[in-house]
C-alpha cells in the first residue's frame, strides 16, 4: 500500500509517501514541503498548494491519503487559515480518487511511539528510525507528514478512522 501522509497548512504542508507491506516493512518513495510565500494573496497560497499537490499527487501515485486533524489552540485565526488550506488538500484528495483517512495528534503519537503524549522530538527521531532515514527530515512539518503515513500504515486494517 502507498500512503501519501499530509500535515496541512498554509505556509507549509509537508507531504510523506511511504510503500508499507503489512510487515510493519517501510519504503520512503518521496518526502518534501509544499511552501507559500507571507506575502502572497491568500487565495494564491491556496491555488499553490492545490496545484503543487495535484503534482506530487500525479507523481507519487498514492493508494490512500492520511492527513492530521485540526487541532485547535489558542489562535483561531490561524487555525481557520489552516482549514482552509486544508479543504483543498481534500480536493486535491477527491479530485484524484484517493480515499482520505484523519488522525489526531494523540493517535498520531500513539501509532509511532507507542505513547500518545510523547514528544515531538521523540515522534520525530522514531520516524526517522522506522524509515531507516539518516536524520530528521525537514522541515518538521516534512517528518510529521511521514508520521501521519506511518500512523495509517499502523492502524489501516481498521475502517474507523475513514474520513470521507
Known amino acids: 500500500m502507498r ?6 497548512g498554509y505556509a507549509i ?19 518534501g514541503a509544499i511552501t507559500t510565500e507571507a506575502n502572497t494573496l491568500f487565495e494564491k497560497r491556496l491555488e499553490k498548494i492545490y496545484s ?3 503534482y506530487v499527487i500525479q507523481r507519487t501515485n498514492p493508494d490512500v491519503m492520511a492527513i492530521e486533524k485540526l487541532f485547535f489552540t489558542n489562535n483561531k485565526t490561524t487555525g481557520i ?3 482552509e488550506a486544508r479543504g483543498v488538500v481534500l480536493l486535491a484528495a477527491a479530485h484524484a480518487g484517493l480515499s482520505v483517512y484523519e488522525y489526531t495528534p494523540n493517535e498520531i503519537k500513539l501509532a509511532v511511539t507507542g505513547y500518545g503524549k510523547a514528544e515531538k522530538k521523540q515522534v520525530m527521531e522514531l ?9 530528521v527530515p525537514k522541515p518538521d512539518d516534512t517528518a510529521d507528514a511521514l508520521a501521519v503515513a506511518i500512523c495509517h500504515a499502523h492502524t489501516s486494517s481498521s475502517d474507523m478512522t475513514r474520513f470521507i
Open 3 to 8: 500512503i501519501l501522509g499530509i500535515d496541512p
Open 52 to 54: 503543487d499537490l495535484n
Open 127 to 135: 520516524t526517522k528510525l522506522l524509515l531507516n532515514l539518516e536524520k
Open 81 to 83: 487559515g489552516v482549514g
Open 13 to 31: 504542508v509537508g507531504y510523506g509517501v511511504i510503500d508499507y507491506d503489512n510487515h510493519n516493512s517501510f519504503h520512503v518513495a518521496a518526502y
